[in-house]
Each structure stands twice: as C-alpha cells, then as structure tokens.
C-alpha cells in the first residue's frame, strides 16, 4: 500500500496573549528527526485542524526487519496512512515513530525482529525470548522515550495529555512505557504478547509486573483470533485484583488466521475507533 504523506506547514501562531497556542487550518504531517542517543531516527507527525495545543499519542509499532518482511515472508505492517487520520480527526496530534532499523529509520540501527530472528536460530527459543525482553527494556524503550520526549516538545502539544499506543511487540512496549512514565495519561496495548505470551515465561512476568507496577490506566485490544486473547485475560485480571483503572476488549475474529487476528489494529478500524477514543477522551480529560 503506498503511503501518502503531506507536508505540514503551521498556519497561523495566535497572538492572543496566550503563548504556545496555535491554530491550523487543515489536517497536516511532516517527516521528523527524533534523536535517540547516536541514532536519528526518522518519524511523521500530524496536526490536527483547530486550535491547540492538542492532546498527542506516540504510536509504537510492531517488531520490524530491515527487509520488510520476516523469516516466513510475511511483511511488517505498516500503516501510519491508515491510523494517523483516525487520530487526528478525533483532535489528536499523533507521532508515528520508526524505531531503530525500521522503515524510514532503515540504517540508523538494527530492527528488533532481525535481532530476535537471528538469536533464535542460532541458539532457540529460550534465547529469542532473552533477547526479545532485553530489546524491549533497553534500546527499543530507548526509542519510546525519545519519542515521548521529541512529542512534548513540540510546540503544538499539550505535554501534559500524552498517551501511548502500541501494537504485538509494540503493544507489550506501550505497557512498559506506562510502567516507565506516570505522567503519560492512557495507554492503548493492541495484541500485546498475543503471539508470544504462550513461548515466553519471561516475557508474561514482566509484563504482570508492569501492570502491577503502573498507574497509567491501560485498554488491552485483542481480536478473538489473535494468536493467543490469554494475556489481555491475564493482564486485565491482575490489574482488576489491584485495582488498577483499566479495560479489556476482545472483538470478533477478522479475517482467517491468527495473524489476521494479530493484526485486528489496520484491518477494523472502524470497529475499535469509538471504544478507543471513548477511553482516551475520559482519561486525556476532553
């Protein structure tokens, strides 16, 4: 699918006595430089119309490969084209940032999936499991944060009404990152460990623990034909015994696989969009 991408211009900045506020005629997006230590990592930001500054979401995206595609052939999705006018006709400003190695950061690092691809066939599962988890708590939550930091610097964002939102491996990133930083206000984990929650102890421990350990409410998405719906189960359960502000949402299967499942965030937009927005809306206080 060939991504459209528009260049975003600010339109007017109000001289209104009120510093910081801006006022955008149409919906627009610009590619941008996120550094993250040595890497510049490239991202799309959009602005919604309207005034802000706007309530913003950092969006995390799935384990990626340089290629494109994983070992059996299937390819990364990637479909900020898809996602980011969702968010922004909702009056989000929305961050889609390509973590290390990925997509319009190809170069400039070495993307998880490759790196748990290759430690898994040279040493198993127990070691891709190893890897993936330490991936998760150290150079790719070092994009997370980056991005997070590049988000309310912005001038068109209100920092203090951030969310994250995040898909698979991007979904579990999204649940550390709300471990991470109490100041983010929701997060939104789509299929988070769906594909790996049954191969990795490690990786459902971790994950119990961060809900447990955060004040961020969380939305937990799986579609019934996910690979696996256990850990929104689990993780929703350990948050309900805590008392931790949280939803679970498990939809209809879509599609005729489980990676059709795993990939319920682009195929049924429309499905999830008001459930989604409902959470946002009521936790980013709008």
């Given at each position: 699918?060939?991504?459209?991408?528009?260049?975003?211009?600010?339109?007017?900045?109000?001289?209104?006595?009120?510093?910081?506020?801006?006022?955008?005629?149409?919906?627009?997006?610009?590619?941008?430089?996120?550094?993250?230590?040595?890497?510049?990592?490239?991202?799309?930001?959009?602005?919604?119309?309207?005034?802000?500054?706007?309530?913003?979401?950092?969006?995390?995206?799935?384990?990626?490969?340089?290629?494109?595609?994983?070992?059996?052939?299937?390819?990364?999705?990637?479909?900020?084209?898809?996602?980011?006018?969702?968010?922004?006709?909702?009056?989000?400003?929305?961050?889609?940032?390509?973590?290390?190695?990925?997509?319009?950061?190809?170069?400039?690092?070495?993307?998880?999936?490759?790196?748990?691809?290759?430690?898994?066939?040279?040493?198993?599962?127990?070691?891709?499991?190893?890897?993936?988890?330490?991936?998760m708590e150290t150079d790719e939550m070092d994009d997370v944060l980056a991005g997070l930091a590049f988000l309310r610097a912005l001038?068109?964002?209100?920092?203090?009404?951030?969310?994250?939102?995040?898909?698979?491996?991007?979904?579990?990133?999204?649940?550390?990152?709300?471990?991470?930083?109490?100041?983010?206000?929701?997060?939104?984990?789509?299929?988070?460990?769906?594909?790996?929650?049954?191969?990795?102890?490690?990786?459902?421990?971790?994950?119990?623990?961060?809900?447990?350990?955060?004040?961020?409410?969380?939305?937990?998405?799986?579609?019934?034909?996910?690979?696996?719906?256990?850990?929104?189960?689990?993780?929703?359960?350990?948050?309900?015994?805590?008392?931790?502000?949280?939803?679970?949402?498990?939809?209809?299967?879509?599609?005729?696989?489980?990676?059709?499942?795993?990939?319920?965030?682009?195929?049924?937009?429309?499905?999830?969009?008001?459930?989604?927005?409902?959470?946002?809306?009521?936790?980013?206080?709008?």
């Open positions: 699918m060939r991504w459209i991408i528009f260049v975003c211009l600010i339109d007017i900045l109000v001289g209104n006595g009120t510093d910081g506020v801006f006022a955008t005629t149409r919906s627009e997006s610009r590619t941008v430089t996120v550094p993250s230590g040595t890497l510049k990592l490239k991202a799309i930001f959009w602005c919604p119309q309207g005034r802000g500054p706007f309530p913003a979401v950092l969006f995390n995206h799935g384990s990626g490969h340089s290629s494109g595609f994983d070992s059996a052939g299937r390819p990364d999705h990637r479909h900020p084209e898809l996602l980011a006018p969702v968010f922004v006709r909702h009056g989000y400003a929305f961050l889609y940032l390509f973590r290390r190695g990925d997509g319009l950061s190809r170069g400039q690092g070495t993307p998880a999936g490759d790196l748990m691809e290759k430690e898994f066939e040279a040493n198993g599962q127990e070691a891709r499991n190893r890897i993936q988890l330490r991936l001038p068109e964002v209100d920092r203090n009404r951030i969310a994250v939102v995040g898909q698979s491996f991007g979904g579990s990133l999204t649940i550390l990152a709300a471990e991470r930083d109490s100041s983010l206000k929701a997060a939104v984990a789509f299929s988070a460990g769906g594909y790996s929650w049954d191969r990795s102890p490690l990786l459902r421990t971790r994950l119990l623990a961060a809900v447990a350990n955060t004040s961020v409410p969380i939305l937990l998405i799986h579609a019934a034909n996910d690979y696996s719906v256990t850990p929104g189960e689990s993780l929703s359960d350990e948050m309900t015994s805590l008392k931790k502000a949280h939803q679970l949402k498990i939809y209809p299967a879509t599609g005729h696989t489980p990676d059709d499942g795993h990939d319920f965030i682009h195929r049924e937009v429309g499905t999830w969009e008001s459930d989604v927005f409902r959470f946002l809306d009521h936790y980013l206080q709008r």
